[in-house]
Each structure stands twice: as structure tokens, then as C-alpha cells.
């Protein structure tokens, strides 16, 4: 008999976490949690500046203090030629500042000593004399002729423009708009945000002289390009770097790039030859790491009457920092943005983005988004909004108007993807239904009459996920594919690595899941490896929600190589041959006599004391997946809010998601995943910026100004789902960590922006802080977020 | 997150904690520490010598006394006020803040006292204080004294407490009347100091207000005293005139200033809708109790 | 030094006041000799090697270094090792005896209250501290009670059930149904083998009726 798939932890069971074991114990193993011998600790001297030449650093203070080991400055660097080092996206930057300072919070210098209290003194004891320089805050700044040049650095760097790049069809887009009956226009800013997972970065370097070997524990969501990388830059053997990073307290993007401070723990190991620790404090993470979005956006659409989209023209500017360190794969300048309006059919789109320097944090990251996929949808479902107030029509409406129909696929988007599937129409329609909507706009209209303001907002998007095919996507030359590697040992049990590198996502429980659908391997009799790059196969990490497009795909393909060589195996012992053969869960039969068959666990045994002539003993293999496309998830998210008027405080009152992730593997953490992302989203709408003040302070620098929501004010959510099985994944799954993130803010605005709508406000740009939302209503205008701009 | 080095004492008496602070230069009182702590963390504060004084015995209380007053000694919790059914009974305005200051965890440290003492103006308490009339009692080597809370505090987190006193307890004096009153916070999310905040105290007789007192947050260089709002309503029955002139003189007596949390104007306009709020609720809650 | 168990530099330490301290954590008496700085996070950390108390900001916001002392919840890091002395610290550690988990730890497994596990045993602590007071709270009871813990995985809305999970649980209640959805797997490690919910509820979630946020 075939095994119940749900009761081996199969798909489709909400198998509870086996992480969760060590987890709820503290028994964890974070970076932080780990200490070797002899370990130093370090701590990093940051600019207070913005901007501003350094004259010079006097450290004999810092060398003075008991328990200073040594104090690390550029000059340093620079003698062993790492001073700069390469980034992602084909710039330098800085890893320990010689020249100049170009963000407050570059690293300056770094303070290795016996502990980390003392390391701390020593950077408080080092003098840095620096001579200020005019600060440029936004793009504004940036493009102004006289605008200080920030690279100088760089040969034939002579303005402060990274680069423009262009998609799409200018003059047919034209065209659509001059046969327009209605142009519908936004200007729109998505703030600079910031991944902030609760634990911040850190490292511990380990260089062995006498094995010539080094070993770093690190939070890296990939930690196999991290080893490609500092190869290359500190010019050590691939063979010869160890990378581990054992569990990670959250990622989302943050995770990704290479930093200064695991390359100079690095350094320090090597010239100290102790371990060297680098925990990095929030603060540090806050204003250096990784960042997402901030990108402005002057968008139009061209529009029939009927509501029928003609044409749509996005251009964009986006702000970088001091260097151009995105982390994104994509062949293109400003990653995955034109994804945007994928889910809607449109004739044709042109899209412009320009990007800067600014003297602010480099290293745009993929903040729980596939590389700018947030901001286009984001712009995307606030344009469609705009338009369909302006043309007087229904949100749902013009959206049903609008939307790719279940039987147009395959379909390119306007900007040339292309999606595979999907029902879009039955997503809005579920979701529609589970608010109510008619119901709550008469309540909306009820409301009104008595002084309240109610509004639904709705947000529709699908979004590729899952970088990526080899055409399109690589990091440095290397392939976005991704592997697994599956050893059956001779009782049937397994253990399984991959590439891939949990942070929360719940893989060892997940891919188990996998195996164990396509093996019959009940899910509790394998282990899963992840993260330890001498153990486990090349992967390119999880980030960009990947894992369970591209991994997930490595782990069937490996298990079905695994069923191929056991059906062998099988046809052996039970003396057929191979073509009669059949399989059902955990079991090869013979055609026709299910009853003479033999199990999965019985091949394994065979597998190492009895193969047929000629076979090659054991069971184990490896499979490396390189997706033919991206997956495309689908999302309605609709949200209900009421305004306070008199303070410009809104209220969640609901918030609906429909989710059309494809197969789930195991709905509970699907389901996790949604809320999580959900909450990112509402974080964003409603109090979650970083910004800078003129002189380039950064504000949102810790948690006291970088506001993550409590359990308070966390609304609740409701899910529903669709499925649409991804036609090109083996188990027709799609990616489902990022979605909520992407498509959930513009329906907190949309919602915020329906209820003032008849004030004649069409735009608040995020976070909807009270302020912000009290302006609007109290002036009737739009209220832009666009930094403060000081005239010099 | 690595403080620099001190030296640390934990007298169990205040007259040895009086002298430990006399005899040093650069000592600092460590009670609850959920202010001090922080800011010796990132370093803005490195006092050289800590006097720590939670092993001091018997200072946790807060209790209504028989001549109506009410007192909080220096070791008494926020936690212990917001769970408190003495204080729900004889304090409304101090019952309606305890939830709203700081968060939970916070709370289960944090002390009364101390947050008068830090002097925040973005602090709940002070303005509650100053809405009550209530006074700290000081004392040195020279014994005891009372300084009314609106006095208390000089500045921007400074006091008038000289370098050799604690302040060992803070006082409520009595209701003139039934006491009522409530407490306004704009906060951006739980943990959050006010946007801005509105402490209204209410003495009632006979529907006619006998005393009131308006303390405002963040919305100045220190606490505010809105003692010009709070005479528009002494006398009156909380007709609308009174209130809204309550809440004009209140918005006047503020001086915000502009920021990521909201413009002047945005705060004072929050000001005077906070008072304008806070009287309606509790003429509602009154209407419920009537 | 600012502790005990590192080498000592033999420079530093004469001129540095270090004082002792005795702790009983998790049930056990411990001393160590540290210097006054030392903020207890880092004692228990470092020092006692109880590496389930979390560090994860400068400023006293995100609740992950919550322990609990005499009963009380506090934010390790913003306490200096040298007040705890004399006093009983309670970490993750001490939740679960030798052969059992504790109801909280539980929950969170069964209803998915953690994803990255780096904000949980500091959520549990404020969990415990509240179901030490209140049995029976409500779901807003639960949210204000976890207001100064900070999570970025999980939207708080599985925590909560976990929360409420570990109640039913503790007033020798059936756990409720409301959870995730079932896991009719079977392959529950032996010794976590908490009662599972037999099947999902119908309702979409419980926090459906939650009141949105105060802003
Ligand atoms: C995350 C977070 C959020 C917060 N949010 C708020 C908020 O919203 N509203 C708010 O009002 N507060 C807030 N606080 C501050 C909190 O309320 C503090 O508890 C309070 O400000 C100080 O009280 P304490 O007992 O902790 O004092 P400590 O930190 O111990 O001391 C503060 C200062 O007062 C002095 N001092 C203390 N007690 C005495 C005494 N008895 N005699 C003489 N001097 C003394 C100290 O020397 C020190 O200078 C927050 C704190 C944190 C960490
Ligand atoms: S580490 Fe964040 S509150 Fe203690
Ligand atoms: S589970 Fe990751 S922060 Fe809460």
C-alpha cells in the first residue's frame, strides 16, 4: 500500500518546525553564540560626518588602553591592498576609509582588544581630525551642476550620476499616450527602508597558520559567494576559506553583501593569528548595512474611458548612497523594476531609472523583495489607484478591466517577462468577497455623513520570484542555479544539504517535506544541512525568496535521481526488469502484482549489500537546478482603515490576503511567511523610514527612531489562498516569502488615500505618519516625503 | 552597548547614599536605570561613581494617607502603579498614563521618581506631576525638603536637586473635591516617548470645577506648565467655552518644535485637541457614573 | 577585564574595581567576579554561557535579552550584572525541566510562534511573566503583555496563539483548535510530543475581531 504522503510529513502537511527543538530551548547557534579559543573581539569606529576629508587619526590613545591588541585604519588596509574592495554591482567601496568619508557611519577605524568592552574603549580613545564637506542628501542634490562630486574616487567619475538605464518601447508609448483619452499622473517616493533583522551582523575570522586555512563563522544568507568572494579579494585559495553561518536571526536581504567589518575581522585574524569576533551593534547595522528602496517616481498612465490601460511611462531616479554596492543578480541596472504592471495587459511601456550617489548608505539590498520588485509594485497598484479615481470608476473595476485573463497565458508583460499562469480575476474576487466590499462602501458612505472617514484600499500584483535562469541573472559571472546533494544511508534514513541558507523559513523542516514526497522517506528520517560551505554543495543563498523556487527544485530533481537508481535496485531484487516497474509512495511494485514489491528503505539497504552487477554501491547524488523561468505568485491584498480626522492616526480595522504561491509545501509556514510579510508591509505604510536630516544625519539610526510595529499595533490578518501550480517547477511550487512585503503597503495607502479622497488628497508619500495624514486632510493637498532639501 | 567603567556602590541607607554622592565629584543615583542605563550605553552618560539605590529598604510604596495626599517612594514602579487599585481609585490622571509609559518590560523596572528625576520633556510623569500639583521630597545632608514638580525641574534633564540629594519620595497633595482628570499620549508605536501629551487633572464639586492643572509633553525644551489653560477651567462646569478657551491657552503655552515626528504646528494642534478630548471623556465617564 | 572568564591582563586588572556576585539562575547558585560595567546580558551570556538570552539593539527596545529577575521581566541588557547580585534570574534555559517542556516553549512550537527563533526566548519570558499573573488572558491582554518584545519574522499573530495555546494548556484545558494547521505527520521528536489540535479550525484566524493598532 502507498504511504499517506500527509503522514510521512509529505506536501501539503503542516509539519511542525524541527528547528523549533533547539529554538524554544536557547539552544540555538548564532554567530554570537559561538566562542573559540583565544578569541579577541572587535569593535568599529564610525564617521560622524556625512561628508568630509579625513586630515588625520591618532590611535596611540587607543593603543594605550590594557587589553588593546591593535587599532585598524585604512592606511592599513590600503598597504595590503584592501582598502576598497569590489562590490556587486561592478563599483568599489570603501572598507576602511583613507581618503574621505563619504556616509555618517562609514567605517573608519576598527579596535581589536580582549574584550569587547575594551574594544569599545579604544574606539572612544581614537582622534579622527576630519575637514567637513558640503553634504548631498537626495538625488535633487546630487544632479545639481554644482553639486560636490562624491567619487572622486573614481577616474572619469565627473558627476554624481551611477548610470541610466532604459526598457521598454519609447515611441510606441508615445504614441499610446497621444491617442489617450485620459492621462492619469503620480509622483510618487518609496523611502529608504531597512531589512533590520533582529539580530544585526557579526563574524568570527579564524585564520590557522598551520593549516594556512581560514575559517569564518558568519550571518550570511550566501554563504558560498561570500567564499568566491573573499577569495578574491584577500587573494586566499577557494579551498583554503571556510564558511559557516549557523543560525541567523532573521535576513531579509540584509544579509546578502559582503561588509567592511567581516573583511577586517578577517584582516585582524590573519595578522593576529587569533579569532577575531565582530558583532556589530544595531546602530551600526541601521546606518551602514544593507538598505532597500528610495526611489522616486514620476509615473503615467494612458487610459481609454472604459477604463482599458493604453500605455505606461514610469521614470525613475533612484538614490544608492556613496557606492554603488546594490546586491542584485539581474542583468539589469536597477534590478527587477520592470516587472512592474505584470499582472495587468497592457499594449506597451517605457520606463527610465537614473541612479545616484548620495552621501548616505550604500548597498541597496533585495529587502525581502527580488530586487526592486517592491517599488514597482508599489508604484504600480498606487498608479492604478490614481487612475481609476481620476477616471471616476470602481478600484475592483478597473482592475477586472484590466487584469490578465486565466486563459491569455503564457503572456509577456509590457516590459517582456513572462508569466506562465495564474487566476487573477478569482485572487480579487476572493478577496473581495471576504471583506465584503460592497457592504463596507456603503458603511464607508454611512460613515461619512457623521464626520468618519472610512476607506478600502486594494492592492493586486504577481511578481517574479525565484532568480533565476542562467540568461538572465548572475552574481559576478556565476549562474543564479542552485543544488542539492541527498545521501541515503543503507537503513533508509537521509541526510540533505543544499545551497540554500535558512534564516526562519523553516527549511530543515520543509525540504524534508520534499524528499519525503518524492521518496516516501517518512520527513522525520532526514536531516537537513544547510550553510557550511565545506560541506554543503554550491548554492547561490536564500534571499529574493529563491530557496523554494530554485533549492526546492534542486531537492526533487536529486530525490528523483535517487528513485531512478532505487528503481534499479528494485527491478533486482525483485528479479524484472526495469520497465515493469511501477511506483507508488515509498514503494516500487511489479506491474500487475502490487503485492510483490519492495520499499524504499529495502533499496537503500540493497543499495550497499546487494546492487545488481555492474551498478555502483551506495545512494547518494546531487542535482544542480538552473530554473527555466522565474515564478510568478499572485496576491490581492485588501485592506479597511478608518482615519482620525483630528489627529491624522489611522486604525486597521481589516486587512485580507489572497495568496496564490502555487503548491504548499507545508501551509503552516507558508502561512507564517504571509503574516511576517504583512506585517513588513504595514510597518512601512504606517512608521517604518530611515531618513537624514540636511546634514546627513541619519534618523532611524536605532529602534527608537526606526520604528518596528509591536504586537499592539499589529493588526490582524485574514488569509485565503488559490492555487495555480507552477507549470515549470517540479512540484509546481512558486516563491511566497516576499510577496506580502511587495504587494501589502499600497494597500494600506490605497485604503488611507480612499478614505480622503473626497477631500481631494491623492497622495501621502509613506510612512502615513499622523502628521503627514493630518497636513493632507487639513489642506486637501498631496503630501510629498521627499526629503528635506537646504539650499546652499 | 559597552558602557565605560565606574565605580558602583549599593548603600542601604539614604543617609550613606547622601554621603557617597557628597563625597564625590561625578556620582550619579542609579534607580530604576532604564534612562541612565541606555545613555551610559551609548555613551552619552559616564558618570565615575554609581550609587545604586535599590538595596535601600522600604522605599516601593505608594499609598493614599489620611490627610488625602498621596505619596510614591523613590523605589516604587511604573509596573507597580499601573497594576495598582489604590491608585485606579484616588489617582485617575496617574492610573491613565501608567500603561502609556514606556513598554511592559520597561515598566517592570523603570521607577516613578526617577523619571521625574531625568527631567525628560518628553517624560509622562513630570507633566502628570505638574497637572497634580505634586511635589518631590528632597533630602540632603541637612534633612528634607519639598519642591513642587513644576519647579523641580530646571531644564532639559536637569533638576534643582543639589549633587548631594534624592529625591526619596513624590507627593500628591489632596483633592479639592472629587479628582478626575486623564492622560493623552501620541505615540507612534508602544515604547515610543510622546509626539506630544496631555496631562489634565480635574478637582469637581457640585459640576464646578474647584482645581485643575494641565501638564504638557514634548512640545517644549522641558515640561510644561499650562497653568494659564488650567485657570480657564477653574470655576467653570466644563462648558464648551471653557474648555475650548482651556485648550487654546494650552496649544499657546506650548513651543514645539518641527521634526520627523510632526511639524509645530502638527503638535500644537495636537495639544488642544488632546484637552479638548480628555474633558469630553471624562464628562462622558461622569454621565455613565450619574 | 570586565570578566572572569577570559585571561586576565595582568595591567588592567589592578587599578579595576571588580566586585562578586551571586546569582542563582535557573534554579542553581553561581558567583563570578566581574567588573561593575558588566551589563548582566552579557554575565549570562558570556559568563554562565546561557546563550539563549539575545542581544538585538542598543537602545532597550526589542525585549530579545528579556530575562526574568525575582519574578519580574527585565531587559538584561539595560541591568548591570553587579544588581542582580543576590537576586533569582529566571532565562530560557529554565523553562523546560530535563524531561518536559514548559506549555509556553509548547505553544510556540505548535502554533508557529517563531521563525528565525532569535526574538523567542525573550517573548517567552514576557510570555511566562504574564501567565504567572494572569491565567486567562485575552488576546489584547497578550499583545499589550509582548508590547516591548520587537519580532520581525512573524507578525506577532502566531505568538499570540501560542500565548493563548500555552494558557488553555495550563488551566488544564484542551489547547485550543484555533492554530495553525494541523500537522497530522507523524513524526513529533518523542520528547516534544505535545497534545496536537486535531484538526484546523474553520475559522480564518483568531485575531479577525483584533482591534487594529492605536497608532
Ligand atoms: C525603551 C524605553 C522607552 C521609554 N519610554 C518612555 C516613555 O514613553 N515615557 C517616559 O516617561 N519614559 C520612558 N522611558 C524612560 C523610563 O520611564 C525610565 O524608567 C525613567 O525615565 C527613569 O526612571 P528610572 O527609575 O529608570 O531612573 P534611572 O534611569 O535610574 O535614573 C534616571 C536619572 O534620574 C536620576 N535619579 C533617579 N532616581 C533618582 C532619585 N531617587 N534621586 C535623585 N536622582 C535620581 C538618575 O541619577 C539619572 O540621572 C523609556 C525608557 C526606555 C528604555
Ligand atoms: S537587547 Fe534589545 S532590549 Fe535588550
Ligand atoms: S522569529 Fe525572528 S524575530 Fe521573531
Redesign the interface.
Known amino acids: 500500500m502507498a504511504l499517506d504522503e ?5 506536501l501539503g ?18 554567530v ?2 559561538v ?1 573559540l579559543p ?1 578569541m579577541l573581539h572587535m ?1 568599529i569606529l564610525r564617521s560622524p560626518l556625512a561628508h568630509a576629508r579625513i586630515k588625520s587619526i591618532d590611535t596611540s590613545a587607543a593603543y594605550a588602553i ?2 588593546v591588541r591593535m587599532v585598524m585604519t585604512g592606511e592599513m588596509m590600503a598597504a595590503r591592498n584592501l582598502a576598497w574592495m569590489p562590490t556587486l554591482s561592478y563599483d568599489t567601496q570603501a572598507v576602511l576609509a583613507t581618503d574621505k568619508v563619504r556616509f555618517q557611519g562609514q567605517e573608519v577605524c576598527a579596535v581589536i582588544a ?8 579604544g574606539v ?1 580613545a581614537i582622534v579622527v581630525d576630519y575637514e567637513p564637506l558640503p553634504p548631498i542628501v537626495n538625488p535633487t542634490q546630487a544632479m545639481a551642476d554644482d553639486a560636490v562630486l562624491i567619487r572622486d574616487d573614481k577616474v572619469n567619475q565627473n558627476d554624481n550620476v551611477i548610470f541610466d538605464w532604459e526598457v521598454g518601447d519609447r515611441e510606441s508609448t508615445d504614441r499610446a499616450f497621444a491617442e489617450a483619452d485620459t492621462i492619469s499622473e503620480i509622483d510618487l517616493h518609496y523611502p529608504r527602508s531597512h531589512p ?5 551582523c557579526g563574524s568570527i575570522a579564524d585564520y590557522d597558520r598551520s593549516t594556512s586555512k581560514l575559517t569564518v563563522y558568519m550571518t550570511s544568507q550566501a554563504p558560498h559567494i561570500v567564499r568566491a568572494a573573499v577569495s578574491m579579494v584577500a587573494e586566499i585559495p577557494e579551498h583554503m576559506i571556510r564558511i559557516i553561518a549557523p ?6 536581504g540584509n544579509k546578502v553583501p559582503v561588509y567592511p567589518g567581516y573583511v577586517i575581522s578577517i584582516l585582524a585574524s590573519i595578522l593576529l593569528e587569533k579569532p577575531v569576533k565582530w558583532i556589530e ?3 551600526g547595522n541601521l546606518i551602514s548595512t544593507g538598505f532597500g528602496r528610495d526611489v522616486y517616481l514620476k509615473g503615467k498612465l494612458a487610459l481609454r474611458k472604459d477604463g482599458k490601460i493604453l500605455g505606461v511611462r514610469m521614470d525613475t531616479v533612484s538614490d544608492h548612497g556613496a557606492f554603488f554596492s546594490d546586491a542584485q543578480p539581474s542583468k539589469f541596472k536597477i534590478g527587477l523594476i520592470h516587472s512592474a504592471f505584470a499582472c495587468y495587459d497592457i499594449p506597451t511601456a517605457y520606463l527610465t531609472n537614473r541612479g545616484v550617489y548620495t552621501n548616505k548608505a550604500p548597498g541597496g539590498v533585495a529587502y525581502r523583495c527580488s530586487f526592486r520588485v517592491t517599488e514597482a509594485m508599489f508604484f504600480q497598484e498606487r498608479m492604478v489607484q490614481a487612475a481609476a479615481d481620476d477616471l471616476g470608476m470602481d478600484q475592483a473595476e478597473f482592475r477586472r478591466v484590466n487584469l490578465v485573463k486565466d486563459d491569455d497565458f503564457p503572456k509577456r508583460t509590457p516590459f517582456g517577462f513572462l508569466t506562465d499562469s495564474g487566476q487573477y480575476e478569482k485572487c480579487l474576487q476572493i478577496g473581495l468577497d471576504a471583506i465584503d466590499y460592497d457592504t463596507f462602501k456603503e458603511q464607508k458612505a454611512e460613515a461619512a455623513k457623521r464626520g468618519r472617514l472610512l476607506g478600502i484600499g486594494i492592492s493586486t500584483m504577481t511578481e517574479p520570484l525565484g532568480a533565476g535562469n542562467s540568461r538572465e541573472y548572475d552574481i559576478l559571472g556565476i549562474k543564479m542555479f542552485d543544488s542539492a546533494e541527498l545521501r541515503v544511508h543503507m537503513t533508509g534514513k537521509a541526510i540533505l544539504r543544499t545551497g540554500a541558507k535558512t ?4 527549511h530543515e523542516t520543509t525540504w524534508a517535506q520534499i524528499v519525503a514526497h518524492e521518496l516516501g522517506i ?3 528520517d532526514i536531516v537537513v544541512e544547510e550553510g557550511d560551505t565545506d560541506t554543503a554543495p554550491f548554492g547561490m543563498g536564500t534571499y529574493a525568496s529563491r530557496s523554494t523556487p530554485v533549492a526546492g527544485a534542486a531537492v526533487s530533481m536529486v530525490s528523483r535521481k535517487i528513485r531512478a537508481k532505487a528503481r534499479k535496485i528494485a527491478a533486482h531484487l525483485l528479479e524484472v526488469s526495469d520497465e515493469d516497474i511501477e511506483w507508488e509512495l515509498g514503494r516500487f511494485y511489479v506491474r500487475g502484482a502490487q503485492d510483490r514489491g519492495v520499499t524504499i528503505q529495502e533499496c537503500a539497504m540493497a543499495a550497499y549489500s546487494n546492487v545488481p552487477d555492474g551498478m555502483e554501491p551506495g545512494l547518494e547524488n546531487n542535482a544542480y537546478y538552473d530554473p527555466p523561468n522565474l515564478t510568478w505568485p499572485f496576491a490581492c491584498y485588501i485592506s479597511t ?1 478608518e482615519v ?1 480626522p ?9 486587512m485580507v490576503a489572497v495568496d496564490d504561491c502555487g503548491v504548499r509545501i507545508n ?3 507558508v ?2 511567511q504571509i ?6 508591509a504595514y510597518a512601512m505604510a ?2 517604518q523610514f530611515i ?1 537624514f536630516d540636511e546634514d546627513g544625519n541619519c ?1 532611524g539610526s ?4 526606526y ?14 489562498e488559490v492555487v495555480t501550480p507552477c507549470p515549470h517547477h517540479p512540484i509546481g511550487a512558486k516563491g511566497i516569502g516576499e510577496c506580502a512585503t511587495v504587494g501589502g503597503p499600497a494597500a494600506f495607502v490605497n485604503a488611507v488615500m480612499d478614505a480622503l479622497k473626497d477631500i481631494g488628497v491623492r497622495n501621502i508619500d509613506m510612512p502615513l ?3 503627514r495624514v ?2 493632507a486632510i487639513q489642506t486637501g493637498q498631496d503630501v510629498s516625503g521627499h526629503p528635506p532639501v537646504k539650499n546652499r | 552597548m559597552f558602557p565605560s567603567r565606574f565605580r558602583y556602590e549599593a548603600p542601604t541607607s539614604i543617609e550613606e547614599a547622601i554621603a557617597l554622592l557628597g563625597a564625590n565629584e561625578d556620582a550619579k543615583v542609579l534607580a530604576g536605570g532604564q534612562s541612565l542605563i541606555p545613555m551610559m550605553k551609548l555613551r552619552f552618560a559616564n558618570p565615575a561613581l554609581l550609587v545604586d539605590i535599590n538595596n535601600i529598604p522600604d522605599m516601593g510604596y505608594h499609598r493614599a494617607d489620611a490627610d488625602g495626599s498621596f505619596r510614591i517612594g523613590a523605589l516604587c514602579r511604573h509596573a507597580d502603579l499601573e497594576k495598582s487599585t489604590i491608585l485606579r481609585e484616588h489617582q485617575p490622571l496617574l492610573a491613565a498614563a501608567a500603561p502609556l509609559v514606556a513598554d511592559p518590560i520597561v515598566r517592570s523596572r523603570g521607577t516613578f521618581v526617577g523619571s521625574v528625576c531625568h527631567a525628560d520633556p518628553q517624560g509622562d510623569w513630570a507633566a502628570c506631576m505638574v497637572a497634580l500639583g505634586g511635589s518631590i521630597i528632597a533630602q540632603g545632608p541637612n534633612g528634607k525638603r519639598a519642591v513642587e514638580v513644576k519647579d523641580f525641574v530646571s531644564g532639559p534633564f536637569t533638576t534643582v536637586l543639589a549633587r548631594d540629594e534624592i529625591a526619596i519620595e513624590g507627593v500628591v497633595p489632596s483633592a479639592q473635591g472629587t479628582r478626575t482628570g486623564g492622560y493623552l499620549k501620541l505615540e507612534r508605536r508602544v515604547g515610543d516617548f510622546a509626539t506630544a501629551a496631555v496631562a489634565v487633572s480635574l478637582d469637581m464639586s457640585g459640576g464646578v470645577v474647584k482645581n485643575a492643572g494641565i501638564g504638557l509633553v514634548g512640545v517644549g525644551a522641558q515640561t510644561i506648565d499650562a497653568s494659564e489653560a488650567a485657570a480657564a477651567l477653574i470655576g467653570s462646569s466644563l462648558d464648551d467655552d471653557a474648555v475650548d478657551r482651556a485648550a487654546e491657552l494650552a496649544a499657546a503655552a506650548s513651543n514645539p518644535r518641527g521634526d520627523h515626528r510632526g511639524s509645530a504646528d502638527y503638535k500644537r494642534h495636537i495639544i488642544s485637541t488632546f484637552v479638548t478630548r480628555i474633558i469630553a471623556n471624562v464628562q462622558r465617564s461622569e454621565m455613565q457614573v450619574a | 577585564m570586565t570578566s572572569l572568564f577570559e585571561e586576565l591582563q595582568p595591567a588592567a586588572a589592578a587599578e579595576v574595581q571588580t566586585t562578586r556576585v551571586d546569582i542563582k539562575i535557573n534554579g542553581e547558585y553561581k558567583a563570578a567576579q566581574i567588573e561593575p560595567r558588566l551589563l548582566l546580558a552579557h554575565l549570562i551570556r558570556n559568563g554562565f554561557r546561557l546563550t539563549g538570552t539575545h542581544t538585538g539593539c542598543d537602545t532597550t527596545n526589542c525585549g530579545a535579552c528579556t530575562v526574568l529577575m525575582d519574578g519580574a521581566p527585565v531587559k538584561s541588557c539595560t541591568v548591570f550584572a553587579v544588581q542582580a547580585n543576590g537576586h533569582e534570574v529566571t532565562t530560557v534555559e529554565g523553562l523546560a525541566t530535563a524531561s518536559e517542556l514548559h506549555p509556553i516553549q509548547e505553544g510556540f512550537k505548535d502554533e508557529h510562534g517563531l521563525q528565525c527563533g532569535f526574538c523567542t526566548p525573550g517573548m517567552m519570558m514576557s510570555a511566562k511573566a504574564l501567565l504567572d499573573e494572569n491565567l486567562n488572558p485575552t488576546e489584547d491582554e497578550v499583545r499589550w503583555a509582548l508590547s516591548g518584545n520587537l519580532c520581525r519574522c512573524t507578525g506577532y499573530q502566531n505568538i499570540v496563539k501560542a500565548v493563548l495555546w500555552a494558557a488553555a494548556k495550563m488551566r488544564g484545558e484542551a489547547p485550543p483548535t484555533f492554530g495553525a494547521p494541523a500537522d497530522d505527520s507523524a513524526d513529533e521528536i518523542a520528547d516534544d510530543s505535545a497534545e496536537q489540535p486535531e484538526e484546523r479550525s474553520d475559522e480564518a484566524a483568531i485575531a479577525d475581531d483584533s482591534a487594529g493598532g492605536e497608532g
Do not use: C
Open positions: 500527509v503522514k510521512i510529513g509529505g502537511a503542516s509539519r511542525r518546525r524541527v528547528e523549533d527543538n533547539r529554538f524554544i530551548r536557547g539552544k540555538g547557534n548564532y554570537d553564540d566562542v583565544g569593535e590594557p587589553g580582549d574584550d569587547p568592552y575594551i574594544a569599545r574603549d572612544e533590520s533583522p533582529i539580530e544585526a543560525d541567523l536571526g532573521g535576513g531579509f551593534d544595531k546602530t534564516q526562519g523559513q523553516g517518512p520527513a522525520e482603515v482620525d483630528l489627529t491624522g492616526v489611522w486604525d486597521v480595522i481589516r501551509p503552516m509556514i502561512e507564517g503574516m511576517g510579510g504583512l506585517t513588513e504606517n512608521m531618513t534618523i536605532n529602534y527608537m527612531d520604528l518596528l510595529p509591536t504586537a499592539w499595533e499589529t493588526p490582524g490578518f485574514e488569509l485565503h505618519l499622523p502628521d493630518y497636513e
